[in-house]
């Protein structure tokens, strides 16, 4: 079975500074993708970012970047330079090669940013 | 591109009642969609997975009889909720992935159902 686990319910930040998301997760599976998305109030999932669990450099995309350590099982977001518009809901998400994508989802973080 | 549309947006019915909900991929062929159902404050749990001309993968827990999936094109599914009940009251969230990038999904905006 695969878990992923989200300890932190809500983080609040400044407008302009930094918040790293934690997320943990558990698979048996060998290839795996790992994923970050954001539901803002809108309740539109979007992809924020996603790493493919074969490659050791950690993904980035514009002022968001990951924090991939495998043996650990750990998978955190890091948001730079916060933006009101960065207020959301922030779900890790886990799919194997074997499941035919299906995403096991995080609790979610909410994380509000403030001005 | 890869742009997934849902119909209704909301609706609400009354309990006993059948109500359907679509979910389109407008711009690509998608061979697996996905339906998730999501309560307030909560993450999204997987229904079932649909696969374009074969019968829906439903997740523990989820009754197949209650919650009809369909997926007879490549470019549309739909989830029928059966004689709906309020605690069927829910947000439902489709995605859909296609042949070529099994990696990554697209997903529809949602339908919030009431049920009264």
């Known amino acids: 079975a695969q878990t992923v686990t989200q300890s932190q319910p809500e983080m609040s930040v400044q407008e302009a500074e930094t918040v790293t998301l934690s997320c943990t997760y558990d698979?048996?599976?060998?290839?795996?993708?790992l994923f970050w998305y954001k539901q803002p109030p809108s309740r539109q999932m979007i992809l924020v970012i996603r790493?493919?669990?074969?490659?050791?450099q950690n993904a980035t995309e514009n002022r968001f970047s990951v924090n991939f350590q495998k043996a650990a099982k750990s998978f955190s977001l890091k948001i730079s330079d916060s933006q009101l518009g960065d207020t959301a809901m922030y779900f890790c998400?886990?799919?194997?090669?074997?499941?035919?994508?299906?995403?096991?989802f995080g609790a979610g973080t909410q994380v509000v940013v403030t001005p | 591109g890869a742009v997934v549309s849902q119909h209704p947006s909301r609706v609400i019915c009354k309990s006993g009642t059948s109500v359907k909900i679509e979910c389109r991929s407008l711009?690509?062929?998608?061979?697996?969609m996905f339906w998730y159902r999501q309560f307030p404050k909560k993450s999204l749990m997987l229904m079932a997975t649909?696969?374009?001309?074969?019968?829906?993968?439903?997740e523990q827990g989820v009754e197949k009889d209650k919650f009809l999936i369909n997926h007879a094109s490549l470019t549309l599914s739909t989830l029928t909720v059966t004689s709906a009940h309020p605690e069927d009251s829910s947000f439902y969230i489709c995605?859909?992935?296609?042949?070529?990038?099994?990696?990554?999904?697209?997903f529809g905006p949602g339908t919030r159902l009431t049920v009264l």
């Open positions: 995605s859909a992935q296609t042949w070529q990038n099994t990696d990554t999904q697209y």
């Open positions: 998400a886990l799919s194997t090669t074997d499941s035919w994508g299906k995403l096991q």
């Open positions: 649909s696969n374009e001309g074969s019968k829906a993968t439903y």
């Open positions: 711009d690509f062929q998608a061979t697996t």
């Open positions: 790493q493919e669990a074969y490659k050791q």
């Open positions: 698979t048996s599976e060998n290839n795996y993708y």
